[in-house]
């Protein structure tokens, strides 16, 4: 994989190694990725840049994508926006205005909301993994959320924690942007419904590394369970070790933005132990396997789980160009979504187009996830919340 640097981004040219020589005379067709390649959240933003890598890979190791008898070769170009909406906007216009891409993935709501607009008026595809409810509305056409959200699934998630867990009193912790608010939104009702006392809520700035102060008006508050929700997994995992060295022995909880083995290696073992998560995969399942072998001989380290919601979209996105049967009518191609799906998953799992509920428009790929229990420093899959 190219890396290059170029003032605050890093451009990867991913897919065009595999079927090179067998799609010789193809047409390029380019997704781009904006994505936080850098920083807390490079381990997400990796996974959506080489998930898309890797589904790309596959069309093209067939001659090219066949789109009404045309083969095109599949090029993924990702920008690193560091989490930020001007650097997603700048990575935007970069894709669309000079590398000619129609196709964009989106990771973050920062980048979500500051393109929604540009994405409906230059007619672009947006794929988005946003959690925030802002990124879709009726008014959407082109921007699709590529996975399902805490609206989604948290009613199975807190339905399960209530049955399965007898702590009831819980603090919420998120970071302070339009990820973090949705989060505490949602989950804060949800909570509410179910019987739990939510005895509290915080939101912290995503350069905060000492949670010190934070947490010693928690403990001190007695919470019997804390929601970390929305924070990155290297995050979580420091917030944890630090409160357990200040005394905190109730539950831990995350109810977004899954990563456990970020989070143990940021917590330490004993610290993350019994920890409860919402997971994207299956760490068992052989199709989530196959994904994380390719990305960890593409880059010599394990993925985020969240490569599988990526490589799925991005599936998803080929097999609606294809139905469209016009690689450059985006319009065309926004329809030819539901007639893409339902398609299964990478692990099996039915993927469906939805949305009409949670964002008041059928924009949205419904996807499967887990719960998982972090036991011995390793995810256990203790249910499915869809």
């Avoid at 990796?46 to 090029?75: F, H, S, T």
């Avoid at 350069?207 to 934070?214: G, M």
């Avoid at 409860?276 to 789980?305: C, I, W």
Wanted: net charge positive; charged share 20%; no cysteine.
């Amino acid at each position: 994989m190219k890396l290059q640097k170029s003032a605050k981004t890093f451009v990867v040219g991913l897919g065009l190694s595999v079927g090179l020589l067998a799609g010789a005379s193809a047409e390029t067709l380019k997704i781009g990725v904006i994505a936080a390649l850098t920083g807390g959240a490079a381990p997400w933003g990796m996974a959506a840049a080489e998930g898309a890598k890797i589904a790309a890979a596959a069309a093209n190791a067939k001659g090219g994508l066949d789109v009404g008898g045309k083969k095109y070769q599949v090029e993924v170009v990702a920008y690193d926006d560091q989490y930020k909406a001007a650097d997603a906007v700048a990575a935007y216009n970069r894709l669309v205005r000079q590398d000619g891409a129609k196709y964009v993935i989106i990771m973050s709501s920062a980048g979500a909301l500051a393109l929604k607009q540009n994405i409906e008026d230059d007619k672009i595809i947006g794929l988005t993994s946003s959690y925030s409810a802002k990124a879709i509305d009726a008014n959407s056409r082109y921007m699709f959320r590529l996975f399902s959200v805490s609206s989604d699934y948290l009613p199975a998630m807190i339905g399960w924690m209530k049955a399965n867990y007898k702590e009831r009193r819980v603090f919420m912790l998120n970071p302070n942007d339009e990820t973090g608010w949705d989060q505490t939104q949602v989950s804060g009702r949800l909570f509410k419904q179910n019987g739990y006392e939510v005895i509290g809520q915080d939101l912290y700035e995503r350069t905060v590394k000492d949670f010190q102060p934070i947490f010693t008006k928690i403990i001190a508050m007695k919470p019997e369970m804390i929601d970390l929700g929305g924070t990155p997994p290297a995050t979580a995992g420091l917030m944890m070790r630090q409160a357990r060295e200040m005394g905190y022995k109730g539950l831990f909880m995350k109810t977004g933005g899954a990563g456990p083995r970020d989070i143990v290696a940021g917590a330490g073992k004993e610290a993350a132990e019994g920890m409860v998560s919402v997971l994207y995969a299956d760490p068992n399942n052989e199709g989530y396997k196959r994904l994380a072998a390719e990305y960890k001989k593409s880059l010599g380290q394990e993925p985020n789980e969240i490569i599988v919601a990526f490589y799925d979209a991005t599936n998803v996105l080929l097999q609606a160009i294809q139905k469209a049967g016009d690689a450059r009518d985006t319009t065309k191609v926004a329809a030819a979504f539901a007639k893409a799906l339902p398609m299964k998953s990478a692990q099996g799992d039915l993927l469906a187009l939805g949305g009409n509920t949670s964002a008041g428009a059928g924009q949205q790929i419904i996807s499967t996830n887990y719960i998982g229990v972090i036991k011995n420093g390793q995810p256990v899959v203790v249910g499915k919340a869809k």
